[in-house]
């Protein structure tokens, strides 16, 4: 998978095991809800977004990154 639907992917997670929505996170995070929603229609995403997002779940980058999903046998770009 590519990097991006990984991080997306992770972001949904938090959502989900937090039980937010999208526009709650935006409003945490200070991350436009479009940025997020679309993130997955783009090649990158900015650090500084996962940041802003990481800032808005009250967790680390390290603690987003610590997940299977970005093990580089599961990342093909």
Do not use: W
Request: proline share 1%; aromatic share 8%.
């Amino acid at each position: 998978m590519r990097l991006v639907d990984a991080v997306y992917k992770r972001i949904i997670q938090y959502v989900k095991e937090r039980r937010i929505t999208m526009n709650a996170l935006a409003n945490l995070s200070g991350v436009p809800r479009t940025t997020i929603v679309t993130m997955t229609k783009s090649t990158t995403v900015k650090l500084s977004t996962i940041y802003g997002i990481c800032d808005g779940l009250g967790i680390s980058l390290e603690e987003f990154f610590n997940s299977s999903l970005f093990d580089k046998s599961n990342i093909d770009d």
